[in-house]
C-alpha cells in the first residue's frame, strides 16, 4: 500500500497489517524479560537512518512499525521490564492497552457532550467514582488531565479563583499583594513552573521544610504563613504531597488543612503516585485527611497502571474550575455546559483517556486494585529487609513502598552502585536525594515484578 491507500486501506489490508502488529507486540511481550532493561545507546548507523526518513518516498507500514518496534525494544529504558524498579512510570495493564485501541478506532473528541455523549459520561463516572472512593463529598467533580502536571497547575488557578473572584478577569491586580502557594521542599518541583505560568512567579513559592523525614514540617508552615501574611502577602494554596517522589513519604494532611480552613486558603492533595491506596481497604488509613481536600491530584498513569499519560483533577468545589475555565464560542454547539470539557478544564480537543481506567477497574474491581498496591508495598519490603540483612541502612520510612537505601560505604557509593545496576542490565533503579543526601531508590510499578526478582536484585547489589 502507498500514498492515500496507505493512509486509509481497505478492510482486508487493514486487518492484515492489524495483525501482524498484534503478532510482533506478542512477540516484544515474550521477549520482555530476556532484553536489558536499562537503555541502549542509539547507535550512528540508526540516526543516520531516521534522518534519512526525508518522507519523500512512501514506505510499506509493517516493515516501518518493525524497524520502530526493534529501536523501542532497546532505545528506552524497559518500564515492562519486571527488573524495573524506578520511577512512577507503570507496566500498563492489558485493559488500558485496550482501550487505547478502542479509543483510536473511533477517535471520540470529547470536549463537549453533545459530541460524545458516551464517552463523557464514562470518564464523568470514573471521576465520581474516584473522589467517592477518595471521601469527598457529595457532588464533587473533576476531570481527566494529560497528566499531574495539568492537574496540579488546575489547583494553583483554582486556588487563586477561589481567593479573588475578580481574578479570572482583572488578573493578579486584584489581589492587592503578592499571591504565594505552600509546598515541601520535598515535593514536585514542577509548582515553581506552574506558579511562573499562573503569573504569580516562581518566587511566590515557599518551599517549606521537611522534619528530617520527608513530610512537611507543619511549625514551619505556620510561621511561613504568618510571616508572609505580616508582609502584605496573599496565601492561596496549601499543598501537601501524597507520595513524594524522591521517598513515597506523606505529608500531614489534617494539620494541613487545617491550616488551610483557618487563613481561607485552598487545600490541595498531590497524590499522584499514592492515591492509588485509596483501593486498598487495608491501607487507606495513611491517606485520613485527604477527604477535607478542596482539590486532588491522581494518576491513572502511576499506580493505577494505566497508559500514559492519564492524569485525574478531583475537587470538592466543582463550581471554581468551572468560573477559571468558563469561555463561550459561537462554533462550538450548545449543550450541557455542566458536562462541556472545553468549559471546565484548561484542555479542549482531547483524547478519550479515562476509557483505560474505566476498563481496568471493571477488569479488576476495588480489590483487584487493592491486591496490586498491596503487592506492590510488600515487594518493595522485601526489596529493603534484604538490604537490611546485608549491612545497608533504610533513609526513609515509606509507607507507600519506596525504599530508599544508603550502602555500607555510604552516601557517597550510591551512584557506584546504579551505575553497576545499569551495567549489568537485567535492573534498572535510580539515585535520588533524600533529605539533601544521596540514596538508593527503588519502587516496584511492574505488576509482573515478583520475588525472585526482588532476591536476584539484592544479591547484585550485595555482592556487587
Not at 486584584?174 to 512567579?201: C, D, N, R
Not at 480537543?349 to 476498563?359: A, D, E, N, Q, Y
Request: proline share 4%.
Amino acid at each position: 500500500m502507498h500514498g492515500r491507500d496507505a493512509l486509509f486501506p481497505n478492510l482486508d489490508q487493514l486487518t492484515d497489517a492489524e495483525n501482524a502488529l498484534t503478532e510482533r507486540l506478542n512477540q516484544a511481550r515474550r521477549d520482555y524479560a530476556s532484553r536489558n532493561a536499562t537503555s541502549a545507546e542509539l547507535t550512528p548507523d540508526w540516526l543516520e537512518a531516521l534522518k534519512s526518513k526525508r518522507f519523500e518516498q512512501s514506505e510499506d507500514l509493517e516493515p516501518l512499525m518493525d524497524w520502530v518496534i526493534d529501536a523501542l525494544d532497546t532505545g528506552s529504558v524497559q518500564m515492562t521490564h519486571p527488573g524495573y524498579l524506578g520511577l512512577f512510570n507503570p507496566a500498563p495493564t492489558f485493559a488500558a492497552e485496550c482501550a487505547d485501541r478502542i479509543a483510536s478506532m473511533f477517535n471520540p473528541q470529547i470536549c463537549v457532550y453533545s459530541h460524545a455523549p458516551a464517552a463523557v459520561e464514562i470518564e464523568q463516572h470514573v471521576i465520581d467514582e474516584v473522589a467517592r472512593r477518595a471521601g469527598l463529598p457529595k457532588g464533587s467533580g473533576g476531570h481527566f488531565t494529560s497528566g499531574g502536571a495539568e492537574a496540579n497547575s488546575t489547583a494553583v488557578l483554582c486556588a487563586l479563583q477561589a481567593k479573588c473572584p475578580e481574578y479570572s478577569d482583572k488578573g493578579l491586580y486584584e489581589f492587592g499583594g503578592q499571591p504565594t502557594i505552600y509546598v515541601s521542599k520535598e515535593s514536585h518541583l514542577a509548582w515553581l513552573k506552574m506558579a511562573h505560568s499562573a503569573g504569580i512567579g516562581r518566587n511566590a513559592v515557599r518551599l517549606i521544610a521537611t522534619d528530617g523525614q520527608g513530610q512537611m514540617d507543619v511549625d514551619c508552615l505556620a510561621t511561613a504563613i504568618d510571616e508572609d501574611l505580616k508582609s502584605g502577602c496573599v496565601p492561596v494554596l496549601i499543598v501537601a504531597t501524597a507520595g513524594t517522589t524522591n521517598a513515597g513519604m506523606i505529608d500531614p494532611l489534617k494539620p494541613c488543612a487545617a491550616l488551610a480552613q483557618k487563613h481561607d486558603m485552598w487545600f490541595h492533595v498531590d497524590a499522584a503516585w499514592g492515591g492509588a491506596m485509596i483501593a486498598s481497604t487495608a491501607k487507606r488509613s495513611v491517606l485520613d485527611g485527604i477527604e477535607k481536600a478542596d482539590s486532588i491530584t491522581i494518576d491513572a498513569h502511576k499506580w493505577f497502571a494505566t497508559t500514559m499519560g492519564a492524569g485525574m483533577f478531583l475537587t470538592s468545589r466543582p463550581d471554581i474550575p468551572a468560573q477559571v475555565f468558563r469561555i463561550s464560542a459561537s462554533y462550538m454547539p450548545e449543550s450541557e455546559a455542566a458536562k462541556d470539557f472545553y468549559v471546565n478544564s484548561n484542555q479542549w480537543s482531547r483524547r478519550f483517556v479515562g476509557l483505560r481506567l474505566f476498563l481496568s477497574l471493571g477488569a479488576a474491581g476495588w480489590d483487584g486494585y487493592a491486591d496490586h498496591v498491596e503487592r506492590s508495598i510488600r515487594l518493595t519490603n522485601r526489596f529493603t529487609d534484604n538490604l537490611k540483612k546485608a549491612g545497608w541502612s533504610q533513609a526513609n520510612r515509606s509507607l507507600m513502598g519506596v525504599s530508599c537505601m544508603v550502602p555500607p560505604e555510604g552516601h557517597d557509593a550510591v551512584q557506584r552502585y546504579v551505575d553497576a545496576v545499569h551495567a549489568d542490565g537485567r535492573f534498572w533503579i535510580s539515585k535520588a536525594l533524600f533529605e539533601g543526601k544521596p540514596v538508593l531508590r527503588a519502587c516496584v510499578t511492574n505488576g509482573r515484578t515478583n520475588e525472585a526478582t526482588i532476591d536476584q536484585l539484592t544479591e547484585f547489589l550485595t555482592s556487587a
